[in-house]
C-alpha cells in the first residue's frame, strides 16, 4: 500500500496552485476527487494553451495525474446534497478560491461540521481568509511582486524580474499539502476537524526567509546582485566560461581552499583581503572580477572535469531540454508517461516526494481526467443506484439536464429517496 490510501479528499481546486498541491498526495495515494463546476467548464487549467483542445491541455495534464473528476454543481440544491454525501465519507474538503469565496459556498468548518464533525477544510487563497486583502484575487506574478521577490530578481539597475517558473504557486501547493495532512492527522487523533487558512501571499512572504530576519533585526536592504550571486557566501553565482556558463559555489571555506588550487591561483586563499567568508564578502569587488577573468579561460567541461574531482559545488546551467534528459533525472526515474486520448502519450513528471526504499516506491501513473469521467463511478460508491443517480441529473446536480422538460423534479424527491450515509462513529485508520 502507498502510504496515504486510507486518505479521500474532496477538491475544489482549480488553474495550478491548488491542484499542484494535491496532485502530490494522489501519488502518494490519497484519493483525491476532483469537483469541476458544470457551469464554468469545469478547471481553466483544461484550455490554457498552446497545447489545448477540446476539453484538455498538457498544461492540465502537469497538474491533475491519478486524481478523480466529477462534474458537480454544489450551489443547486440538489448538487449540495451529493456534497454533503462527499464530506461525510471524506478527511478533508480542499479548495484554492478567492479569500472571501468558501464562506459564500459554505465550504468552511463552521459550514461543514454538522456533516461530518471530523472534516478538515483547507483552503488555500490568495491573501488567507483574513486581512485588508482577502476579498482580492491572487496570481503568482501578483504574490511576486508584492512580497518583494521581483525586487531582488535581476541584474543590479535592471529592470524587477520574476523567476523563470511559478514558485509561489507550487510552494503554496506544498504548504497546502503540508497544512492539510496534519489537520488530518489531529482530527483522527482528537475526533474534530478544523479549517487551514493557507495562502499564497502567506508563503511568498515566509519565503524571504534569513534576507528577511537580516533586515527585520539588523536592518539590512536585500537588493539585487551581479550574475545570481549570494548575498553573503563569496563566490557562490554564475560565471561564463569560453563557451557558456555554470554555477561555482564556494559554501565552505575547504571549498574556497579548493577552488583557489584547481585554478592555479592557491596564494588567492592565503591572501588576507580574501582569507574568510567575511573577508570575500567585503571585498568581494575585488575578488569576483578576478574569477570571471579566470573562468573565461576555459570551456564549461574543462572547467567541471576538476571542480568535479575536488568535490567543488558546480554545474552547467543547461537549458530545460538539458535537465530533463541529464543521466539523474532518468536514474531517478523523474519522467513518467501516460497515455491520452488527445495528445498520445504524454510524457511529464513525478513527484519529488518519495516514502519507501530508495528504488521501490515508484508506481504506474495515470493521466489527468476527462472533465466529470468519475461522476457515476464516485456516485455509486457512495451507494447511489441508476435511479437516483438520474433524478439528481434531471435536478441539475452534474449542470444542466439533458432535457429542459425533467429540469423540474423536486428536490425532495432526490433526497429523500435514499437515505444519505451517515459519518462512521470512529476515524478511519
Known amino acids: 500500500m502507498r502510504p496515504l490510501e486510507d486518505i479521500r479528499i474532496v477538491s475544489l481546486e482549480q488553474y495550478g496552485a491548488g491542484p499542484f498541491g494535491s496532485m502530490h498526495l494522489a501519488d502518494l495515494g490519497a484519493e483525491i476527487i476532483k469537483i469541476e463546476d458544470p457551469s464554468s467548464g469545469g478547471d481553466i487549467g483544461r484550455y490554457v494553451p498552446p497545447y489545448a483542445g477540446g476539453e484538455d491541455s498538457l498544461f492540465f495534464e502537469s497538474f491533475n ?3 478523480s473528476s466529477m462534474l458537480l454543481d454544489i450551489r443547486n440544491d440538489a448538487g449540495r446534497e451529493v456534497f454533503h454525501d462527499l464530506v461525510r465519507s471524506a478527511d478533508a474538503v480542499y479548495s484554492n478560491l478567492r479569500g472571501d469565496v468558501p464562506a459564500k459556498l459554505g465550504i468552511r468548518y463552521e459550514d461543514l461540521k454538522h456533516v461530518n464533525p471530523r472534516i478538515v477544510c483547507c483552503s488555500l487563497t490568495g491573501f488567507g481568509m483574513t486581512g485588508p486583502r482577502a476579498e482580492e484575487p491572487g496570481y503568482d506574478y501578483v504574490l511576486q511582486a508584492l ?9 543590479p539597475g535592471g529592470a524587477p524580474q520574476k523567476t523563470g517558473l511559478s514558485l509561489v504557486d507550487y510552494s503554496g501547493g506544498f504548504v497546502a ?7 488530518i492527522h489531529a482530527a483522527r487523533r482528537d475526533g474534530v476537524g ?3 487558512d493557507l495562502s499564497l501571499y502567506d508563503t511568498a512572504v515566509s519565503l524571504l526567509t534569513y534576507p528577511a530576519t537580516w533586515h527585520l533585526t539588523e536592518g539590512f536592504t536585500p537588493a539585487r546582485t551581479h550574475h545570481s550571486a549570494h548575498p553573503s557566501l563569496v ?3 554564475a560565471f561564463e566560461a569560453a563557451d557558456g556558463w555554470l554555477v561555482v559555489g564556494c559554501a565552505k571555506e575547504k571549498f574556497w581552499v579548493r577552488l583557489t588550487e584547481v585554478m592555479g591561483r592557491p596564494e588567492l586563499a592565503s591572501d588576507p583581503r580574501f582569507a574568510t567568508f567575511a573577508d570575500r564578502d567585503r571585498n568581494r569587488d575585488l575578488i569576483v572580477p578576478i574569477l570571471e577573468d579566470a573562468f573565461r579561460e576555459r570551456t564549461v567541461a574543462e572547467w567541471l572535469e576538476p571542480l568535479h574531482a575536488a568535490r567543488i559545488p558546480s554545474a552547467p546551467i543547461q537549458e530545460v531540454a538539458g535537465a530533463l534528459d ?3 533525472t532518468l536514474a531517478r526515474a523523474l519522467v513518467v508517461e ?3 486520448p488527445r495528445f498520445g502519450t504524454v510524457r511529464s513528471l513525478r513527484s519529488p516526494v518519495r516514502v519507501g526504499p530508495p528504488g521501490d516506491d515508484v508506481v504506474p501513473a495515470r493521466g489527468g481526467p476527462a472533465m466529470g469521467q468519475d461522476t457515476d463511478a464516485v456516485l455509486a460508491g457512495l451507494g447511489y443506484d441508476a435511479e437516483r443517480i438520474a433524478a439528481l441529473r434531471a435536478a441539475a446536480a452534474f449542470g444542466p439536464p439533458p432535457d429542459p422538460e425533467t429540469a423540474a423534479v423536486p428536490l425532495s424527491e432526490v433526497a429523500t429517496a435514499h437515505p444519505v450515509p451517515e459519518a462512521p462513529s470512529a476515524p478511519a485508520r
Not at 512580497?147 to 541584474?155: F, K, L, R
Open 65 to 67: 495525474k491519478n486524481k
Open 326 to 328: 541529464d543521466p539523474h
Open 147 to 155: 512580497a518583494g521577490w521581483m525586487s531582488v530578481t535581476g541584474e
Open 338 to 340: 501516460t497515455e491520452h
Open 235 to 237: 563566490p557562490f553565482q
Open 194 to 196: 478544523t479549517d487551514c
Open 177 to 183: 499539502a503540508i497544512g492539510l495532512l496534519a489537520g
